[in-house]
């Protein structure tokens, strides 16, 4: 049930294109590493999950969406927020445990949503998100609309045994899903080659009659193709479909990952011949595209913006004590 995504891909974008998918994935690696410098000096607490190198994941596949389309993840999820429109300063704020936050400073890294953008979390439980992208399927299909649920979760993830139950049911109701699964190549600090039978995880519906593809989650407009193929199927009502992402995280699982699993060199190899960014000007450059003051200026825009979320979010007051209940439903 695997399709060969080379062949059924047309890899070509505009420079229009290419220059929002450039600023798009630039404000998640800025906004990013200065989370990563707020969580150092102390002003982010508990875990924090950095998505250095796979940004262009969430911005190939926000490419391909349309309103009403639901994004839900796990718990590396400050880039689908800022892929879904979501305000870097409620973002940061909710990062810095602010009232100003999205979930009003109680959430933090892993626990924020936004119904406005249809972004339904950010789930720290391996995996748990991924049934409940199947209820959002299920959603749309009680609700009789065309929307689709974009389900992400890592190579990890996709060894729960929960992940099948939902592919499963999935498959059997022809729900309108697209599961998307970033293989970053490591669970924590276990490699595929060591967790997986099969390494092949676009095949994991394949038991369930679910199509997939493996896809170089380096190069945006890769996915983007990809995407529109797999939420093309989805809306059609054909049913689910399983895209693997194959990308690469720069830091640690989390902040406090050492990340001593792997070389130094083999980082720098990434780095040096995949960064998703530095492909985007590649591409732009082969469109003929030669303006390096108007990059530059894009990443200085980008680095004010991250700023001010940053200026917003310390600024912020903490939730007030009269507040710790507020919210809580059960």
């Given at each position: 049930?695997?399709?060969?995504?080379s062949a059924?891909?047309?890899?070509?974008?505009?420079t229009?294109?290419?220059l929002?998918?450039?600023?798009d994935?630039?404000?998640?690696?800025?906004?990013?590493e200065?989370?990563?410098?707020?969580?150092?000096?102390?002003?982010i607490?508990?875990?924090?999950?950095?998505?250095?190198?796979?940004?262009?994941v969430?911005?190939?596949?926000?490419?391909?969406?349309?309103d009403?389309?639901?994004?839900?993840?796990?718990?590396?999820?400050?880039?689908?927020m800022?892929a879904?429109g979501m305000d870097?300063?409620g973002v940061?704020?909710?990062l810095?445990?602010r009232?100003?936050g999205?979930?009003k400073?109680?959430g933090g890294?892993?626990?924020?949503?936004?119904?406005?953008?249809?972004?339904?979390?950010?789930?720290?439980?391996v995996?748990a998100?991924?049934p409940?992208?199947?209820?959002?399927?299920f959603?749309?299909?009680?609700?009789?609309?065309?929307s689709?649920?974009?389900t992400?979760?890592g190579?990890?993830?996709?060894?729960?045994?929960?992940?099948?139950?939902?592919m499963?049911?999935?498959?059997?109701?022809?729900?309108p899903?697209?599961?998307?699964?970033?293989?970053?190549?490591?669970?924590?600090?276990?490699?595929?080659?060591?967790?997986h039978?099969d390494t092949?995880?676009?095949r994991?519906g394949?038991?369930?009659g679910?199509?997939?593809?493996?896809?170089?989650?380096?190069?945006?407009v890769?996915?983007?193709?990809?995407?529109?193929?797999?939420?093309?199927?989805?809306?059609?009502?054909?049913?689910?479909?399983?895209l693997?992402?194959?990308?690469?995280?720069y830091?640690?699982?989390?902040?406090?990952?050492?990340?001593?699993?792997?070389?130094?060199?083999?980082?720098d190899?990434?780095?040096e011949?995949?960064?998703?960014?530095?492909?985007c000007?590649?591409r732009?450059?082969?469109?003929g595209?030669?303006?390096?003051?108007?990059?530059?200026?894009?990443?200085k825009?980008?680095?004010?913006?991250?700023?001010g979320?940053?200026?917003?979010?310390?600024?912020?007051?903490?939730?007030?004590?009269?507040?710790l209940?507020t919210?809580i439903?059960?």
């Amino acid at each position: 049930m695997a399709d060969d995504a080379s062949a059924k891909t047309n890899l070509s974008a505009t420079t229009e294109e290419l220059l929002k998918y450039y600023r798009d994935m630039l404000l998640i690696r800025r906004f990013e590493e200065r989370a990563g410098q707020l969580y150092g000096m102390g002003h982010i607490g508990g875990f924090c999950h950095l998505y250095i190198g796979q940004e262009a994941v969430v911005v190939g596949m926000e490419a391909v969406k349309k309103d009403g389309d639901q994004t839900i993840t796990g718990y590396r999820d400050h880039g689908h927020m800022l892929a879904c429109g979501m305000d870097p300063k409620g973002v940061m704020a909710e990062l810095t445990g602010r009232e100003g936050g999205y979930s009003k400073g109680k959430g933090g890294s892993m626990h924020m949503f936004s119904k406005e953008k249809e972004f339904y979390g950010g789930h720290g439980i391996v995996g748990a998100s991924v049934p409940l992208g199947v209820g959002l399927g299920f959603a749309n299909r009680y609700r009789e609309n065309d929307s689709v649920s974009l389900t992400y979760f890592g190579d990890g993830a996709s060894n729960q045994g929960q992940i099948f139950e939902a592919m499963n049911m999935a498959q059997l109701w022809k729900l309108p899903v697209v599961f998307i699964i970033e293989n970053n190549q490591y669970a924590m600090g276990t490699s595929v080659k060591r967790s997986h039978s099969d390494t092949h995880l676009y095949r994991r519906g394949a038991a369930f009659g679910i199509p997939g593809m493996e896809v170089d989650g380096m190069d945006v407009v890769a996915v983007r193709e990809a995407g529109r193929q797999a939420v093309e199927h989805a809306r059609k009502g054909e049913g689910p479909y399983v895209l693997e992402m194959k990308t690469y995280r720069y830091r640690g699982h989390s902040m406090s990952d050492p990340a001593k699993y792997r070389t130094r060199e083999e980082v720098d190899h990434i780095r040096e011949t995949s960064d998703p960014i530095k492909r985007c000007e590649q591409r732009l450059s082969e469109n003929g595209f030669s303006d390096e003051d108007q990059l530059k200026g894009i990443d200085k825009e980008i680095k004010a913006i991250v700023k001010g979320a940053a200026d917003f979010a310390l600024e912020s007051p903490e939730p007030a004590a009269d507040q710790l209940f507020t919210d809580i439903y059960a």
